[in-house]
């Protein structure tokens, strides 16, 4: 059976990889890539935060009855990563490798914390609490596609 834990760990790694490629691509100066991976990026990004913020954190609110708990934390973390996102995006539209690197730097950093928490404590307790209705959290989550457009 696979599970919320399972299935959001395999999302964050892609969207690893993704990034990874981005920043090859702008150390070397392959611009037009780095441009591709931008919006494979961000689109990748958007979707992982509507599967948390639009059907598994209600869930998981839904069934624990508490809306103000590790997922306020983890929405707040999105959304200071969407920021970062903007100006990853705006350091690459300037050609400015020295900026992006810092930028990307800062956000793995804030991606790798924030993986950490919902790899370790929030999937585990959503694979717990959303016991009954995991596979029905887990299709509607698999439904979503990525977006293309950078807009994050």
């Given at each position: 059976?696979?599970?919320?834990?399972?299935?959001?760990?395999?999302?964050?790694?892609?969207?690893?990889?993704?990034?990874?490629?981005?920043?090859?691509?702008?150390?070397?100066?392959?611009?037009?890539?780095?441009?591709?991976?931008?919006?494979?990026?961000?689109?990748?990004?958007?979707?992982?935060?509507?599967?948390?913020e639009e059907i598994l954190f209600p869930a998981f609110e839904a069934?624990?009855?508490?809306?103000?708990?590790?997922?306020?934390?983890?929405?707040?973390?999105?959304?200071?990563?969407?920021?970062?996102?903007?100006?990853?995006?705006?350091?690459?539209?300037?050609?400015?490798?020295?900026?992006?690197?810092?930028?990307?730097?800062?956000?793995?950093?804030?991606?790798?914390q924030h993986n950490m928490k919902e790899e370790g404590i929030l999937?585990?307790?959503?694979?717990?609490?959303?016991?009954?209705?995991?596979?029905?959290?887990?299709?509607?989550?698999?439904k979503l596609a990525p977006c293309a457009e950078i807009n994050p």
């Amino acid at each position: 059976m696979n599970t919320i834990t399972e299935h959001m760990s395999t999302d964050h790694k892609q969207c690893d990889d993704i990034f990874a490629a981005l920043e090859t691509d702008v150390t070397e100066g392959r611009w037009e890539a780095a441009e591709r991976a931008m919006r494979e990026f961000a689109g990748a990004m958007r979707t992982h935060f509507a599967m948390e913020e639009e059907i598994l954190f209600p869930a998981f609110e839904a069934a624990t009855g508490n809306s103000m708990g590790p997922t306020v934390v983890m929405r707040s973390e999105h959304v200071q990563m969407r920021e970062i996102l903007k100006e990853l995006d705006d350091a690459l539209a300037q050609r400015a490798p020295a900026d992006f690197a810092g930028i990307a730097d800062t956000l793995n950093i804030m991606l790798q914390q924030h993986n950490m928490k919902e790899e370790g404590i929030l999937y585990p307790m959503t694979d717990r609490v959303l016991a009954n209705t995991r596979e029905e959290v887990l299709d509607a989550m698999s439904k979503l596609a990525p977006c293309a457009e950078i807009n994050p």
